[in-house]
């Protein structure tokens, strides 16, 4: 269940990330070629007219994924303060109940594991939507051609824009996993001291028979000689 849940986040994840790293290297493809007036070309052109409200869609699912990354970091927050009074309470002698701690973190990925499908991935949205900008300009389709001529260094463009989103998703990631290995060695910690008191606690506790001599039974004060007697003169 937890790797289902991870995957169905991941894929959208990723493809957000490409369009994303589409948008960005496009603009500066045009910036590059054209200066500023390609820049603003790219934008209110009537064959990118779409590129505006696209963006504005990502800016808005870039802050739901946002909002979701911040809500895991606050769930790992949460765990810790719980585990941390949890151990308090331990230490204070009182008993406590261990809440269940389905969250994982996901396995950090290779930062070129990330970079190489987003590049890729990149580079294919963008012979799409040339092509298709031609076919709406109508001109033939390019093909292959939208990344050689003016646009040859499209493709390093999208090398470089990859390799910064990439980068910023493997800081994520170092970020979060750290985060929830101190969590888990401090809620790991919790259970090994609840299990031990547990024990302690919920175990049979033979008592122990002891005979008791007189002695301890009376008190060893009866045995002893009196103090002496004050006489009358």
């Known amino acids: 269940m937890i790797a289902e849940r991870q995957v169905s986040i991941a894929a959208p994840a990723s493809v957000l990330l490409a369009f994303v790293g589409l948008w960005i290297s496009h603009t500066f493809e045009y910036l590059r070629v054209w200066g500023s007036i390609g820049l603003i070309d790219s934008w209110t052109n009537p064959v ?4 505006l409200p696209l963006a504005a869609a990502l800016i808005v699912l ?12 606050q769930r790992l927050n949460d765990r810790l303060d719980h585990a941390v009074a949890g151990l308090r309470t331990i230490w204070r002698g009182r008993a406590i109940v261990i809440r269940d701690a389905p969250l994982r973190s996901s396995p950090a990925t290779r930062l070129a594991a990330v970079w190489l499908p987003l590049f890729l991935a990149q580079v294919v949205l963008y012979l799409i ?8 300009r109508a001109q033939p389709a390019p093909g292959l051609g939208a990344i050689s001529g003016v646009h040859w260094a499209a493709p390093i463009v999208h090398c470089y824009v990859a390799l910064i ?3 910023a998703v493997r800081i994520g990631h ?4 750290r985060r929830a290995a101190v969590v888990e060695r401090v809620e790991a910690l919790l259970r090994v001291l609840v299990k031990r008191s547990g024990h302690v606690v919920a175990g049979v506790v033979v008592p122990i028979t002891h005979a008791a001599s007189p002695l301890d039974e009376l008190g060893r004060h009866l045995w002893r000689r009196p103090p002496p007697a004050l006489l009358d003169f």
Do not use: G, K
């Open 48 to 51: 990118h007219v779409y590129m």
């Open 62 to 73: 870039s802050a739901v994924f946002a909002v979701r990354l911040v809500r895991t970091w």
């Open 129 to 136: 939507q040339e092509n298709i900008e031609a076919i709406a």
């Open 165 to 167: 989103l990439a980068c």
């Open 174 to 177: 170092i970020l979060l996993r």
